[in-house]
């Protein structure tokens, strides 16, 4: 049996191990790829930035910097 503290270790070498032929599974299953299939994944992908929250024009950083100063205060 595995030790505790050994798991985090095995778990990164399983995957190590596993990359190449994922990364083979990967490759085959875009050669299989249909140019509609392409396309409509595309199109998902460009669909998902009407779900995201608007886009702030600040970094938050003053905002941040305000609520600091308040709290010097």
């Known amino acids: 049996m595995t030790e505790p503290r050994d798991v985090p270790a095995a778990v990164v070498e399983q995957w190590r ?35 995201l929250p608007p886009r702030r024009e600040g970094s938050g950083l003053v905002e941040q910097q305000r609520i600091f100063a308040r709290g010097r205060r």
Request: hydrophobic content about 45%.
């Open 17 to 51: 191990r596993a990359e190449p032929a994922l990364a083979e599974v990967r490759r085959q299953e875009l050669r299989r790829l249909t140019d509609q299939e392409a396309l409509a994944a595309a199109e998902a992908l460009l669909d998902l930035e009407r779900h």
